[in-house]
């Protein structure tokens, strides 16, 4: 039982924030697509984040992200959760893709705040209340400092939480954990349901052990099997295997500094891996170059993956 009062063992979770596969002229790759959501099936995942910042949301038209919404709706069929992502520049967009996603059977849904200039609290909650209350289902709040260039306070989130019971849980990409700290201590005493994920994979034992509920990462993408095992093995509180496994997650970290974005590297560590046949991403993102790939290669020989 963590500071909160909150009992951890049983409610661990990984979500993968899965990647898209395109074709090389930037349509969906429907078999492509549909080879990575049957691989983390297969690998017994607990769900993914569809058209997160790893599926490359910001480059898809509405038509193409109901496309991608159908079609993983329809091959997973309730065999694992699904997220889906409606993180729209135009707060009535947003709203239309959460609402078509709920319509077709996602679990919920996660939505990140216009990210081209750096915001206002007040202009984030306007955002929000433009939002939240018009979506029918489960609403994940997304904060990525790093892309929107402003931050989602715990003081914040608490406040949109105590105005909307659809708000779930929040999603918190930060390199510093001590914002998803802050976040633990200062949501979960009220709300004590609400779901904290770390949006960096090797913040994932640290968040949970902190009063979260995990992680949605990126790099089970390329190894899902082993982010099952090191979920098992929290929740059995095998805690010389999940040292073991924090130790690898630790080095896997590296492929973060490999590519720019990272997900260029985790779609050729996918392709080396024999999960995905193609690996283009949407313009203006290009495929890893030769020295990228033996960076990559190196890695996974090194990691034994």
């Known amino acids: ?100 996603a709920m319509e077709k059977g996602a679990d919920a849904i996660i939505m990140i705040t216009p990210y081209y200039f750096k915001l206002s609290d007040a202009s984030i909650e306007a955002f929000y209340d433009q939002t939240v209350p018009k979506i029918t289902g489960p609403v994940y709040l997304y904060n990525f400092p790093g892309c929107t260039a402003h931050e989602l306070s715990p003081e914040l989130v608490l406040k949109l939480r105590r105005k909307y019971d659809n708000i779930k849980g929040c999603k918190d990409t930060v390199k510093n954990f001590e914002h998803t700290r802050k976040l633990c201590n200062t949501l979960l005493p009220e709300f004590p349901d609400f779901e904290i994920y770390s949006g960096f994979d090797e913040f994932f034992v640290h968040n949970v052990l902190s009063g979260g509920c995990g992680c949605i990462g990126g790099l089970t993408n390329m190894c899902p099997e082993l ?69 990559i290669r190196q890695l996974l020989k090194e990691l034994d993956i």
Request: with cysteine; aromatic share 8%; net charge negative.
């Open 227 to 295: 982010f099952v095992e090191w979920t098992k093995t929290l929740n059995e509180k095998n805690w010389d295997k999940v040292a073991e496994i924090q130790k690898k997650v630790n080095r896997m970290m590296e492929m973060f500094d490999i590519s720019a974005p990272f997900l260029t590297a985790v779609k050729r560590a996918m392709q080396i891996r024999g999960i995905i046949s193609e690996e283009y991403g949407k313009a203006p993102l290009v495929i890893a170059s030769e020295k990228e790939d033996e960076k």
């Open 1 to 100: 039982m963590d500071e909160t009062g909150k009992e951890y063992s049983d409610m661990a979770k990984f979500y993968t924030a899965v990647v898209t596969v395109f074709h090389e002229d930037g349509t969906l790759d429907y078999e492509g697509n549909k080879a990575v959501y049957e691989h983390l099936i297969q690998a017994g995942s607990d769900g993914i984040v569809l058209m997160g910042s790893t599926g490359e949301f910001c480059s898809m038209t509405m038509d193409m992200a109901k496309e991608l919404t159908d079609l993983a709706l329809d091959t997973i069929k309730g065999r694992m959760d699904v997220i889906v992502g409606a993180s729209r520049m135009i707060p009535e967009e947003s709203v239309e893709l959460a609402n078509y």
